[in-house]
């Protein structure tokens, strides 16, 4: 059986290797690890409403950094292709965001604008259904770098990797998507904006003015993840006795996912399927070493390759007892997991999967995976593949054991 552990907000999946001893052997060894998952609580964020902006700050040096300390620290140590195999020493005994503080007192003024489209404020049923919102979501440009993920839909994306909020240009420029993209530019990590209406108190609701009037807010929110309509499932909610209503929504993703990282080559695009690899490399060794999720901070293929790097590192400096030739991760696959059950589609992290070797594109077939216990379908996305062109295996010649890092 496979064990699992979880660490940091990532998951650490788990490794075997291979020996002359006979084992139960994992047909489909990189397959999603349902039973890992069903406890993996879905990411949440907190927003502090009534400002101007609050972002939430990201470090991408210090977040590589950190995946490259946990792979150290929780490496992969048995394949997951058999039982009781390790491929390194730690398996031989194997069986921040600046909204602090700023709740806002009942009855204080809340940073509001102009009503720049003289949207119809007076309910939320009347704000839901005024025809100039509709009207400026549908025609707002589509900016330079991005695509648009969704448009005009009567909800906000509730999603993976927030970054903050900001009113948009304080409602000096309307509904402006240029605006929004520019700013998310300016935040690092930040990967796709939503923009929308959001019907908002001029006070904060609470004892004493548990009602008070509303205005027309356009704001953005900011995320290190891609955005579509299944996330888009914040449509308000009940401040006191003031209804928020939200409507207007448009989402945009930049077109710079997937980048390069560092070291390594790539990426193949795998659009929205994941690797089912062989079950042994070239050289005869078990290839799919594990698994890591990583559920906060933004999609960054960067951390896979940190994790990847450092678990060879990790190897090499604590080699398996048995003798065997420490095992090194030649390739990841990085992509974003959705998990949907009956009530919604709820973004998960995003998942990096290692190998011992390189795999074509032929091989990404796996789509979907199903938890028929608890009713989930889990889905990938934004699905990325790399490699180390220095640790790809050395193939044994036909008929011969030469290059194998393990006896059969």
């Known amino acids: 059986m496979l064990r699992r552990a979880l660490l940091l907000p990532a998951l650490a999946g788990l490794v075997s290797c291979q020996t002359t001893t006979s084992y139960d052997i994992n047909p489909t060894p990189d397959a999603l690890p349902l039973d890992d998952l069903v406890d993996v609580a879905v990411p949440t964020y907190t927003e502090t409403p009534g400002l101007d902006s609050d972002i939430v700050y990201y470090a991408s040096a210090t977040a590589i950094s950190a995946a490259a300390a946990d792979a150290t620290e929780s490496p992969l140590s048995v394949f997951p292709a058999a039982t009781e195999v390790p491929i390194n020493s730690a398996g031989d005994d194997s ?26 404020v007076g309910s939320y049923s009347a704000f839901k259904a005024d025809p100039t919102i509709s009207s400026v979501a549908v025609s707002a440009p589509t900016p330079s770098g991005y695509f648009q993920t969704m448009k005009n839909l009567p909800g906000a994306n509730s999603a993976y990797a927030y970054l903050g909020y900001a009113v948009v240009n304080k409602g000096q420029s309307g509904y402006d998507t240029n605006w929004c993209a520019n700013k998310c530019t300016s935040i690092s990590g930040c990967l796709s904006f939503n923009i929308y209406f959001e019907r908002d108190p001029v006070i904060e609701p609470g004892t004493g003015c548990t009602n008070p009037a509303a205005f027309a807010n356009v704001k953005c929110s900011f995320w290190g993840a891609p955005l579509d309509s299944t996330t888009a499932k914040n449509t308000g909610q009940w401040r006191s006795q003031f209804q928020v209503a939200i409507a207007g929504s448009n989402s945009y993703t930049t077109r710079k996912i997937g980048g390069p990282v560092d070291g390594y080559t790539g990426p193949t695009a795998l659009n929205n399927a994941t690797m089912n690899a062989p ?30 790097t450092a678990q060879t590192q990790y190897n090499l400096a604590h080699p398996p007892s048995s003798g065997a030739s420490p095992v090194q991760c030649a390739a990841f696959g990085s992509y974003l997991l959705t998990m949907t059950n009956s009530t919604g589609a709820y973004p998960l992290g995003q998942m990096c999967t290692m190998y011992t070797s390189n795999w074509d594109k032929q091989y990404a077939v796996n789509t979907a995976s199903y938890n028929d216990a608890i009713g989930a379908k889990y889905t990938y996305s934004y699905s990325f593949f790399y490699y180390n062109d220095d640790n790809q295996p050395v193939c044994s010649s036909s008929g011969s054991t030469v290059g194998r890092r393990f006896d059969a």
């Open 95 to 120: 069986d921040s965001s600046d909204s602090a503080n700023k709740k806002r007192a009942a009855c204080a003024p809340q940073a509001t604008i102009a009503n720049y489209y003289s949207v119809d």
């Open 279 to 308: 079950l042994r490399d070239c050289s005869n060794t078990w290839t799919y070493l594990g698994y890591k999720l990583y559920q906060s901070g933004p999609y960054d293929p960067a951390l896979c390759g940190a994790a990847c």
